[in-house]
């Protein structure tokens, strides 16, 4: 633009000497019209510095909005990862209580078998599941199930350490963060023209867009991790949990009856107020 002001300035007005009235007049109409385009281009060239300061502001304020939206996209992203950090595993012993089982187990087999007259002996010999005698065995039999429900729970324990793990990592999977590439737009040149900023503007509110829509995902997401209640029916290796249960030495209906109730157990505590 100060090319084309140069170009059109017109030179000083100087009157020759001889020349004719007529090629004054000329002259002078000439110079004025040069002089009308000249404050014409003036006139344009600070209406476009003007434009051009007002985009560079717009810049400046949208690119400290995006700086603004990624900053909160980090903080929602690391109270993610806290929030994987707070699902527990269930102790299965404190949920079915085996060592106060445990010893009421023991108290009331050793009432049997004082009522009998047997001796304590054959009490270790119960929980060997060894047979102490037909009527006796059919007296300790439902404390025989009892017992083992409660090695099985035991047992079934490491299945349980493992879902904390397994659920951390599948919400973090469902989150995606891997495929979050903000990168701010930068210009290519020290001197951006109007139609640069112009075109850097539209970009630089596009993703700013799409920060803070992703922002709000993984908020959403972080909830739903947070509310979320997983019972040991739900879980994909359950079948594993199980297994522990097939091998008790109890009647299928009693396996089946057990595995009913442990499967309403919680698999892990996604939060503090579930436990």
């Known amino acids: 633009k100060i090319g084309q002001i140069q170009e059109c300035a017109p030179s000083s007005f100087d009157i ?52 603004s939206a990624q900053e909160k996209y980090f903080k929602e992203k ?8 707070k699902i527990t595993v269930v102790n299965v012993s404190q949920m079915s209580g085996s060592v106060s089982i445990r ?8 009432k049997i078998l004082t009522a009998l007259s047997l001796p304590i002996t054959v009490l270790g010999d119960m929980f060997s599941f060894k047979k102490p005698g037909t009527t006796v065995e059919k007296m300790l039999f439902p404390i025989k199930v009892r017992e083992g429900r409660t090695k099985a729970l035991v047992s079934m324990q490491s299945e349980f350490d493992k879902a904390p793990k397994h659920f951390a990592d599948k919400f973090i999977k469902k989150a995606g963060f891997e495929k979050d590439t903000f990168i701010a737009p930068t210009f290519s040149n020290n001197n951006p023209n ?5 075109e850097q503007i539209a970009t630089i509110k596009k993703r700013t867009e799409e920060i803070k829509k992703r922002t ?4 959403k997401l972080s ?29 299928e209906d009693g396996k089946k009856s057990f595995i009913e109730k442990v499967s309403n157990f919680n698999v892990v505590y996604m939060n503090d107020t579930q436990k």
């Open 16 to 67: 020759p000497k001889f020349q004719t009235q007529e090629e004054t007049l000329k002259a002078a109409r000439l110079f004025d019209e040069k002089l009308k385009n000249l404050k014409e281009e003036v006139r344009q060239f600070d209406f476009l510095e003007k434009q051009l300061n007002e985009v560079s502001n717009n810049h400046t304020t949208l690119m400290n909005e995006y700086s």
């Open 78 to 85: 690391e109270l993610f990862k806290n929030q994987t950090e």
């Open 216 to 219: 709000e995902e993984i908020k």
């Open 103 to 110: 010893y009421e187990i023991e108290n009331d087999v050793e």
């Open 194 to 198: 109007f139609n640069e900023y112009q």
């Open 223 to 251: 909830e739903e991790m947070k509310n979320s209640v997983f019972f040991v029916k739900d879980y994909e290796f359950k079948d594993s949990v199980f297994s522990h249960i097939n091998n008790m030495q109890v009647t």
